[in-house]
């Protein structure tokens, strides 16, 4: 009887971690859609690194629509960019969004797949950064470039 009660206390006690995880305190999240599609999120924790996935993109995703939002500890940013840079971290296009309406839960940054496949024509090793007045230096959402196969 007291082993089983170590077990459901210990099982309990993981349980919890795991589910806490995502609101660990200081954790920004980020997530991106494409069409209304989930494609990417990430949770940034300061002592957790980036595991950055990388965002294909082809011609078929040419009229494709791509939302991105980005959560400061449970709050919208105010001055808000996202930007694309090429290897070099030369700002290729840069894209300013209105500050969120007070009391707004998600407002999404959205983006022109277009756009981003013509500066592909340009560059290689494309990436795409978040900045806003609580992150001015920016964060390196995820990597852009063609997919082997489109994301449909």
Excluded at 41 to 46: D, G, L, N, P, T
Excluded at 79 to 87: H, K, L, N, V, Y
Excluded at 105 to 114: A, R, S
């Amino acid at each position: 009887m007291k082993q089983a009660l170590q077990k459901g206390l210990i099982m309990s006690i993981l349980g919890l971690i795991v589910l806490a995880k995502p609101l660990m305190a200081g954790g920004d999240v980020y997530r991106i859609f494409l069409n209304g599609k989930q494609v990417l999120e990430q949770y940034v924790y300061a002592a957790k690194p980036l595991d950055l996935a990388g965002l294909p993109l082809s011609e078929a995703n040419s009229n494709d629509k791509l939302v991105a939002y980005y959560s400061h500890c449970g709050t919208i940013g105010k001055d808000r960019t996202i930007t694309i840079r090429d290897e070099h971290g030369t700002v290729l296009k840069e894209w300013k969004f209105a500050d969120a309406a007070a009391g707004a839960k998600d407002n999404g940054m959205e983006i022109p797949v277009k756009e981003i496949l013509a500066l592909q024509a340009r560059g290689r090793g494309l990436s795409m950064y978040y900045s806003s007045q609580q992150l001015p230096a920016g964060r390196l959402l995820t990597k852009v470039g063609k997919a082997a196969r489109p994301i449909v």
